[in-house]
């Protein structure tokens, strides 16, 4: 990886923290506990299918050469 | 009343608020509300490539995968997952690409028909030395009869080869502790297959703040994986492996070439998920990834073309009349390129920089959430990808839910990618050649590297059923193509290919059944607790309660070895050898060794209290090692295959028979209880398995023949509808248990769709059993089993090795006798949880003409009713 692309990384990695913390404070405490009625639905869960989507990622990581590397996990070798 | 509703209101709120948050876990009491079982069945399917003017007569690649999980609370803060997968391939891959004018897919013909292609990489073809060597083609001579006429062909395809079937098992585990706004997970696992071998281990963590809007997550997890993989013994002669038997990673061994390496992966990431509002959250993750060590694909080959700078242009003006030229009147310069076809090679570090964002919204008047997905990677092998993905998550009402998906993927090419490579050096002519060092450091024709994009869709229906199952089934459809690349610039359409992917799976919340009330729990306790039945025997049990539900999972391992059989006596090889195969044919190799695995998940459903209806898929998997005859001829064929077979052995694997039973009741006094079972087994499992197209072009005598079919034994099903009727009496009193059945199996077909049925089976069983404490229980069986030998025989080509390949070497009289242990969980949480084991030590054995011996069986089954 050069030099330029590490930067871009770590100036997009900024962007990102302070973007969230800024958000964070500026809704510290907009959406009360009695208010994440809808957030705690299932179809609201951040891996909502969670069964399915492991077999897919496991799919497209055996296909694809940028897959993957999202999940600290590790696993096997799907090189047919 | 409006008091009540305003109670309600703010009470469902600030339970809305204790419960679940979506990555936003509340760790309390409720934890053990989480635990569950679940299986999932799946089934990868490719469609067949294009492989240019040769018909494709190979079946693509096929995947079926399994998969069963439990998570459970051993405290209100401690949880424990496990998860077992094991997925069954096989198929034609590309193991290489090279221009069409080099024909590298060699066609196959059958009276004079062509009907496919084997797998053709090394040889000579003709460059355009005037246009960057690239390859023409003879489309024609002039009038005269006698110039060639060339055209450019810059067409290229994939040589393709067929996999044999291959079975990889993983399991792992995960245990995890929760804080009130923190919680650690520390997990690991094993992934097993033939070739590759991989540990790992991770450790999790999150951290919840701002009153619970906020949470962040770290990973980091560890990969250590072995390569050990035959090369190719088809292939051997013809592929250069002079880089890697320098570099020490490929070695000579008893069974073959091996390639024996190491490679490492360190992964980490970071994330944050922030609320934002009552209706929407977002997550932004940052992980790295360092790979080191061995990261190619030992069976792909990178064809590179050898031109001789000094070669004189031979097919230049052969008249002298300055004649040879293109269709177009283009002068030609054409001379000779040598293909020469090497292991692939890729560098052995990658660094790799995933940045990923996900957004999930909630549309209140829908009740449905959209998730939408970025991810984008980098690495220093040059590959750039993007990957968009959205989901909408939809509530149907009954407990129904359906989600349809899009995503699209777009990658740039590694640095190191080529279709082929062109080297403008003479190619050497000896065998001990440094060919390889004429190559660049790294080189890979894999798709997978290839600058391309994918397409891929699908739905997802999810029903959840009271009593806390849930079943989902799904559906995708996925196409690469390098048009399909971001900006274009793809790869061209040779590599295209597309897959679809089907799954169904049972989720079973435990916590939720056992809420069920107390009458519930006392039904589990009586029933189990009355009769435990070992481990092998099926249908032992009966729900006796209407509308009651039982979800369980049987496996069964068998193993033979230790020598072979005629009748009840050992034999010698020279025996086999001249009397194993018939009064005709020799016998050249025998088994060594057998393996079967089977998964079967069973389930059962009671409509009234004296019928049970029970649906029984099944997932097997096999693999047998052989050996050389002593005194066995020599000679002709059988000199090339039979280190073949005996070097790579045989697998196979997928799916296999599905059984469709009813249970009925026909006497039960509360110590005695007569059950008949009527069933059948539908032939879903496969029994057309075919070898691959064993020999390459280094076998000219033999080139492009078929290894026919798989014996008997190694095939997945029976291909036949069977019916299979039994009858169980069981008994207790006091700490005491008995029982007897006698079952059998009947062919309802003469034969399959490849010629040939299985013997009919009658087996009878009789055991006693005693309760050592008042949730566990031991077992002792004796069984005798009646198996017919083979009806008919394969209805097409089997390479006849030795006595597997021949029918009447199947089926005998078994006895067996069982030792069992059976332990159930009479309260809490995991109530109606009933676990067994039974191992079958083999006291008899009196086969049909000469099989191998038999080392035993083991039987595990948990069963879940409720």
């Given at each position: 990886?050069?030099?330029?692309?590490?930067?871009?990384?770590?100036?997009?990695?900024?962007?990102?923290?302070?973007?969230?913390?800024?958000?964070?404070?500026?809704?510290?405490?907009?959406?009360?506990?009695?208010?994440?009625?809808?957030?705690?639905?299932?179809?609201?869960?951040?891996?909502?299918?969670?069964?399915?989507?492991?077999?897919?990622?496991?799919?497209?990581?055996?296909?694809?050469?940028?897959?993957?590397?999202?999940?600290?996990?590790?696993?096997?070798c799907g090189c047919y | 009343m409006a008091v009540t509703k305003q109670k309600n209101l703010t009470l469902n709120a600030f339970t809305a608020a204790a419960l679940l948050l979506p990555g936003l876990v509340v760790p309390s009491a409720h934890a053990a509300d989480n635990d569950e079982m679940d299986f999932q069945y799946s089934h990868y399917q490719e469609g067949k490539r294009n492989?240019?003017?040769?018909?494709?007569?190979?079946?693509?690649?096929?995947?079926?995968?399994?998969?069963?999980?439990?998570?459970?609370?051993?405290?209100?803060?401690?949880?424990?997952?496990?998860?077992?997968?094991?997925?069954?391939?096989?198929?034609?891959?590309?193991?290489?690409?090279?221009?069409?004018?080099?024909?590298?897919?060699?066609?196959?013909?059958?009276?004079?028909?062509?009907?496919?292609?084997?797998?053709?990489?090394?040889?000579?073809?003709?460059?355009?030395?005037?246009?960057?060597?690239?390859?023409?083609?003879?489309?024609?001579?002039?009038?005269?009869?006698?110039?060639?006429?060339?055209?450019?062909?810059?067409?290229?395809?994939?040589?393709?080869?067929?996999?044999?079937?291959?079975?990889?098992?993983?399991?792992?585990?995960?245990?995890?502790?929760?804080?009130?706004?923190?919680?650690?997970?520390?997990?690991?696992?094993?992934?097993?297959?033939?070739?590759?071998?991989?540990?790992?281990?991770?450790?999790?963590?999150?951290?919840?703040?701002?009153?619970?809007?906020?949470?962040?997550?770290?990973?980091?997890?560890?990969?250590?994986?072995?390569?050990?993989?035959?090369?190719?013994?088809?292939?051997?002669?013809?592929?250069?492996?002079?880089?890697?038997?320098?570099?020490?990673?490929?070695?000579?061994?008893?069974?073959?070439?091996?390639?024996?390496?190491?490679?490492?992966?360190?992964?980490?990431?970071?994330?944050?998920?922030?609320?934002?509002?009552?209706?929407?959250?977002?997550?932004?993750?940052?992980?790295?990834?360092?790979?080191?060590?061995?990261?190619?694909?030992?069976?792909?080959?990178?064809?590179?073309?050898?031109?001789?700078?000094?070669?004189?242009?031979?097919?230049?003006?052969?008249?002298?009349?300055?004649?040879?030229?293109?269709?177009?009147?283009?002068?030609?310069?054409?001379?000779?390129?040598?293909?020469?076809?090497?292991?692939?090679?890729?560098?052995?570090?990658?660094?790799?920089?995933?940045?990923?964002?996900?957004?999930?919204?909630?549309?209140?008047?829908?009740?449905?959430?959209?998730?939408?997905?970025?991810?984008?990677?980098?690495?220093?092998?040059?590959?750039?990808?993007?990957?968009?993905?959205?989901?909408?998550?939809?509530?149907?009402?009954?407990?129904?839910?359906?989600?349809?998906?899009?995503?699209?993927?777009?990658?740039?090419?590694?640095?190191?990618?080529?279709?082929?490579?062109?080297?403008?050096?003479?190619?050497?002519?000896?065998?001990?050649?440094?060919?390889?060092?004429?190559?660049?450091?790294?080189?890979?024709?894999?798709?997978?590297?290839?600058?391309?994009?994918?397409?891929?869709?699908?739905?997802?229906?999810?029903?959840?059923?009271?009593?806390?199952?849930?079943?989902?089934?799904?559906?995708?459809?996925?196409?690469?193509?390098?048009?399909?690349?971001?900006?274009?610039?793809g790869e061209a359409d040779y590599a295209n290919f597309s897959y679809y992917v089907a799954n169904a799976s049972l989720k079973v919340n435990l916590s939720a059944l056992g809420h069920i009330s107390g009458s519930s729990e006392h039904s589990h306790h009586e029933h189990l607790h009355s009769s435990p039945i070992p481990a092998g025997v099926m249908f032992g049990h009966m729900m006796?309660?209407?509308?009651?539900?039982m979800v369980g999972y049987r496996y069964m391992y068998n193993t033979e070895g230790g020598g072979m059989l005629h009748g009840a006596n050992s034999i010698a090889d020279k025996t086999i050898v001249n009397q194993g195969c018939g009064t005709t044919d020799k016998c050249y190799l025998t088994a060594n060794g057998m393996n079967m695995h089977m998964h079967m998940l069973d389930l059962?459903?009671?409509?009234?209290?004296?019928?049970?209806?029970?649906?029984?898929?099944?997932?097997?998997?096999?693999?047998?090692?052989?050996?050389?005859?002593?005194?066995?001829?020599?000679?002709?064929?059988?000199?090339?295959?039979?280190?073949?077979?005996?070097?790579?052995?045989?697998?196979?694997?997928?799916?296999?028979?599905?059984?469709?039973?009813?249970?009925?009741?026909?006497?039960?006094?509360?110590?005695?209880?007569?059950?008949?079972?009527?069933?059948?087994?539908?032939?879903?499992?496969?029994?057309?398995?075919?070898?691959?197209?064993?020999?390459?072009?280094?076998?000219?005598?033999?080139?492009?023949?078929?290894?026919?079919?798989?014996?008997?034994?190694?095939?997945?099903?029976?291909?036949?509808?069977?019916?299979?009727?039994?009858?169980?009496?069981?008994?207790?009193?006091?700490?005491?248990?008995?029982?007897?059945?006698?079952?059998?199996?009947?062919?309802?077909?003469?034969?399959?769709?490849?010629?040939?049925?299985?013997?009919?089976?009658?087996?009878?069983?009789?055991?006693?059993?005693?309760?050592?404490?008042?949730?566990?229980?031991?077992?002792?069986?004796?069984?005798?089993?009646?198996?017919?030998?083979?009806?008919?025989?394969?209805?097409?080509?089997?390479?006849?090795?030795?006595?597997?390949?021949?029918?009447?070497?199947?089926?005998?009289?078994?006895?067996?006798?069982?030792?069992?242990?059976?332990?159930?969980?009479?309260?809490?949480?995991?109530?109606?949880?009933?676990?067994?084991?039974?191992?079958?030590?083999?006291?008899?054995?009196?086969?049909?003409?000469?099989?191998?011996?038999?080392?035993?069986?083991?039987?595990?089954?948990?069963?879940?009713?409720?």
């Amino acid at each position: 990886m050069n030099n330029q692309n590490l930067g871009l990384y770590k100036r997009i990695i900024k962007l990102i923290f302070i973007l969230a913390i800024s958000h964070t404070l500026i809704n510290c405490t907009s959406v009360q506990p009695w208010q994440r009625r809808n957030l705690a639905k299932p179809q609201m869960a951040l891996d909502s299918a969670s069964m399915i989507n492991e077999l897919r990622s496991h799919n497209y990581g055996s296909r694809e050469a940028g897959s993957g590397g999202n999940s600290a996990s590790g696993g096997g070798c799907g090189c047919y | 009343m409006a008091v009540t509703k305003q109670k309600n209101l703010t009470l469902n709120a600030f339970t809305a608020a204790a419960l679940l948050l979506p990555g936003l876990v509340v760790p309390s009491a409720h934890a053990a509300d989480n635990d569950e079982m679940d299986f999932q069945y799946s089934h990868y399917q490719e469609g067949k490539r294009n492989i240019g003017d040769v018909p494709n007569s190979k079946n693509p690649i096929e995947v079926d995968t399994i998969q069963g999980g439990a998570k459970t609370s051993l405290s209100d803060r401690v949880k424990f997952t496990f998860k077992y997968t094991q997925d069954t391939w096989s198929g034609a891959t590309p193991i290489t690409t090279a221009p069409l004018t080099f024909l590298g897919n060699n066609p196959i013909q059958t009276n004079g028909v062509i009907t496919g292609a084997s797998p053709l990489i090394t040889g000579r073809i003709n460059v355009d030395k005037n246009n960057n060597y690239s390859p023409v083609q003879q489309a024609g001579v002039e009038s005269n009869g006698i110039i060639p006429i060339y055209q450019n062909n810059n067409q290229l395809v994939h040589t393709l080869s067929v996999a044999s079937p291959e079975t990889r098992k993983q399991g792992d585990f995960k245990l995890g502790y929760e804080w009130d706004e923190a919680g650690l997970d520390v997990g690991g696992g094993l992934s097993v297959e033939n070739d590759y071998e991989s540990r790992f281990g991770n450790v999790g963590g999150y951290f919840d703040f701002n009153q619970k809007l906020t949470r962040l997550n770290l990973g980091l997890s560890y990969t250590n994986s072995d390569t050990n993989a035959l090369i190719d013994y088809d292939a051997q002669t013809y592929i250069d492996k002079n880089a890697y038997m320098a570099s020490g990673q490929l070695n000579s061994t008893q069974n073959g070439l091996r390639m024996q390496s190491n490679r490492q992966d360190w992964g980490s990431n970071i994330g944050l998920t922030q609320v934002l509002t009552e209706n929407s959250l977002i997550q932004g993750t940052v992980g790295y990834t360092r790979s080191t060590g061995y990261m190619a694909n030992p069976y792909k080959v990178m064809e590179a073309l050898f031109v001789d700078p000094n070669q004189p242009p031979d097919l230049i003006n052969p008249l002298g009349d300055g004649r040879n030229f293109f269709g177009d009147g283009t002068p030609a310069n054409i001379v000779n390129a040598d293909v020469k076809a090497f292991l692939e090679k890729r560098p052995d570090l990658r660094n790799q920089v995933n940045l990923g964002s996900r957004y999930v919204h909630y549309l209140s008047f829908l009740d449905a959430a959209l998730h939408l997905d970025y991810h984008f990677s980098n690495d220093d092998w040059g590959i750039k990808a993007h990957t968009f993905e959205g989901d909408w998550v939809q509530p149907i009402g009954s407990g129904w839910t359906v989600t349809p998906r899009i995503r699209y993927y777009s990658q740039d090419a590694a640095d190191f990618y080529k279709p082929y490579l062109v080297i403008n050096q003479k190619a050497s002519s000896n065998s001990n050649n440094t060919d390889y060092q004429k190559l660049p450091d790294n080189y890979s024709s894999d798709q997978r590297l290839s600058a391309y994009g994918a397409l891929s869709g699908g739905i997802s229906i999810s029903k959840k059923f009271a009593k806390g199952v849930t079943l989902d089934t799904g559906f995708e459809y996925y196409t690469h193509a390098g048009s399909l690349k971001m900006g274009g610039g793809g790869e061209a359409d040779y590599a295209n290919f597309s897959y679809y992917v089907a799954n169904a799976s049972l989720k079973v919340n435990l916590s939720a059944l056992g809420h069920i009330s107390g009458s519930s729990e006392h039904s589990h306790h009586e029933h189990l607790h009355s009769s435990p039945i070992p481990a092998g025997v099926m249908f032992g049990h009966m729900m006796e309660k209407t509308g009651e539900f039982m979800v369980g999972y049987r496996y069964m391992y068998n193993t033979e070895g230790g020598g072979m059989l005629h009748g009840a006596n050992s034999i010698a090889d020279k025996t086999i050898v001249n009397q194993g195969c018939g009064t005709t044919d020799k016998c050249y190799l025998t088994a060594n060794g057998m393996n079967m695995h089977m998964h079967m998940l069973d389930l059962m459903y009671a409509p009234t209290d004296w019928l049970n209806l029970m649906l029984m898929p099944q997932f097997v998997d096999m693999n047998m090692s052989m050996r050389k005859l002593n005194d066995a001829p020599s000679g002709g064929m059988q000199n090339m295959m039979v280190p073949a077979m005996v070097n790579a052995g045989m697998n196979t694997g997928g799916v296999g028979d599905t059984g469709i039973y009813t249970l009925f009741k026909l006497f039960s006094t509360p110590n005695h209880r007569i059950n008949l079972t009527l069933g059948a087994t539908a032939p879903t499992g496969d029994v057309a398995l075919l070898m691959r197209h064993t020999m390459g072009q280094s076998m000219s005598a033999v080139k492009g023949i078929d290894g026919g079919f798989y014996d008997y034994g190694m095939q997945l099903g029976s291909g036949t509808w069977d019916f299979k009727p039994s009858a169980t009496y069981t008994g207790h009193f006091d700490e005491w248990s008995w029982g007897t059945q006698v079952n059998g199996t009947k062919r309802l077909e003469n034969k399959n769709s490849s010629g040939y049925a299985l013997g009919d089976v009658i087996q009878s069983t009789a055991w006693g059993s005693y309760s050592l404490l008042h949730w566990l229980s031991s077992s002792v069986r004796g069984v005798y089993t009646y198996q017919g030998a083979i009806k008919g025989e394969f209805n097409a080509p089997i390479d006849k090795m030795g006595p597997i390949d021949y029918p009447k070497n199947y089926g005998g009289q078994y006895w067996d006798v069982g030792f069992g242990i059976n332990a159930f969980v009479p309260s809490g949480n995991l109530v109606g949880n009933n676990l067994s084991f039974e191992w079958l030590q083999p006291v008899g054995t009196q086969v049909n003409g000469y099989q191998l011996n038999r080392d035993g069986a083991l039987s595990a089954t948990w069963s879940y009713m409720f």
